[in-house]
């Protein structure tokens, strides 16, 4: 059993209701307004083609009542008969007219043929008289030959002293010139409502251009716009009908703003409440080592007591590093955008960080040294970069063995734009392979070495200093160093403009 067909409306809900994608609204709008305008102008073509056609028939059927008229004026009674006298420029017009052929009939009173031609077709008993015309005439169509044919059935009343009655007089043309005139009317009409469809489809295409003119300035405002700008769109730009849709937006944009400020408000109190208990915890671990240090001797299982202390202290480490490393990255991806740069010279950075570091690397024999020969300013956060530098050189003394190196270098390099800086840092621990260097960007991946040498990392070092390159415009390299198996880190900050 075949399923009824919804209306097109109903199709329409049930398809937004089911969020179906609706396509381009200019198209749609194209299609609603040419599509019914098509059809109302093929509709208009169609009823000036019949008007047409009626008035060519009322022209054609006036000449040929004129010609009937005519011949029924040469018929009369000479001596008791009915005759037609038909001049022979008639019978030769009949016989030769360019708009088509011309075929008469005179019939006399008791239906006797009084001239023309014999078998022309009777006229139909159901044919009624034409009321245009106060004549007694009657139009009809027939098949004269195998030609359709359009005739002219007059009634004409003859009669002398001896009798009277009436006579039928039968005129009958091809249709050619009708068909031609016709032809010619339907081209015409064709030809002018095609143009018509054109200049309108024209016109409405510009109509809808036009009019969604706005949308596509709204659009342009929203695409252009910053990942901090969220302030309210203007509802201006668009008209009457779409103003609610951008109040929507706007005030969708408030509440998103209103989450980011928690967000930041967030990571502000996290990163106090944190820090505070932590370095309170491991405060407390050092000192309880250091009370086991003191009164060792006094009791065998001191020692016992001393490596489970130490064991809090070193988790405790790894959790204050984990906490700052995430509030640091969160920082970084929540709020860049509302960062305020200035020039940062990155040998004062480098200064300052070598010797809050220095005891670090003192207490792991390594070798710190800081080669700044010359000073390179950068457009930067101050801050940022000093996060940066510091992530990259406590990954460098966590993952150099005792004895080891770790240079810091700061110097200027030439860019594309001008004159950049470069930093760089390099070790000598075991370095990572190059099939690794991309994987070791993104965070908490960590290589087996590192797993090996330095189980309590995070893995979240190279991912901040990544984020802070591209916050700075910087690009980012890993490869080996110079002694053949380290890790050398070098960003490339670019030239200020």
Known sequence: MQRPRRPLFERLRRRWALGRPLGS???????????????????????VYRNALDAADMAYDRSLLASTRALAERVSIVGGKVVAEVPYVALDSFETDTLGRIYYKVTGINGELVSGYGDLPRVPKNVPRSQNYPALVRFYHADYHGKPIRIAALLQPVYDDSMRGIALIQVAETLDARRGLSNQ??????????AMILVMGALVWFAVRLVLRPLMRLKTEVETRTLSDLSDVDPTLVHKEMRPLVSAMNGSMSRLQ???????????????????PLTVLKTQA????RECDRQAGTASDMAALRDIVRSIASTTD?????????????RIEHGSDSLAM???????????????????AVGKHIDLSLEAP???PVHGQALLLHELLANLVDNALRYTPQGGSVILRVRAAQTENGHGAMLEVEDSGPGIAPGERER????????????????????LGLAIVRDIAALHGARLELSTASNGHGLKVSVHFRAIT
């Open 286 to 289: 050092e000192l309880a080592l």
């Open 185 to 194: 009317i339907l081209f015409d009409t064709l030809s002018w409502q095609a």
């Open 374 to 376: 010359d000073d390179a």
């Open 25 to 47: 609204l200019r198209s749609q709008l194209l299609r609603w307004l040419l599509i019914p305008l098509a059809m109302l102008v093929l509709l208009d073509a169609f009823f």
């Open 318 to 330: 790894s959790t204050v590093l984990l906490a700052n490393r995430l509030l640091t990255l969160a």
């Open 342 to 360: 200035d020039l940062v010279s990155l040998r004062r950075v480098a200064q300052q960080l070598g010797l809050a570091m220095a005891m670090t």
């Open 258 to 276: 209103q989450l980011i400020a928690s967000q930041r408000r967030f990571i502000a109190d996290a990163s106090h409440q944190l820090r505070t």
């Open 440 to 459: 070791v960007l993104t965070p908490f991946y960590r290589v087996g070495a590192a797993l090996e040498s330095n189980p309590g990392g995070a893995g």
